[in-house]
């Protein structure tokens, strides 16, 4: 192997070095969005999850579905304001 080759296989493997560091930071972005997301998720799934707590231990069939409907009124609500922003 000479020294022109030796040159040449150095800078291919930069090239690569670097490929491989844009990638790796596209892939940090990427977690990091999906942490996010799976974050609100959870604080969704909560809500939900007290909501229908409280619920059962109402009596009444009306007040239950009204209290679930106004959960999931504030749970859209709360969706569509993340997304405007």
């Not at 596209?26 to 959870?42: A, G, Q, S, V």
């Not at 604080?43 to 106004?70: F, W």
């Amino acid at each position: 192997m000479t020294i022109k080759d030796i040159i040449q296989r150095n800078e291919e493997l930069e090239a690569l070095y670097m490929k491989a560091l844009n990638l790796i930071e596209t892939l940090e972005k990427k977690i990091e969005r999906l942490e996010e997301e799976n974050k609100k998720l959870r604080k969704q799934r909560d809500t939900l999850l007290r909501a229908v707590e409280i619920a059962l231990q109402m009596k009444n069939k009306e007040k239950q579905d009204l209290h679930l409907s106004r959960v999931l009124e504030y749970l859209k609500a709360s969706e569509n304001k993340e997304k405007s922003h």
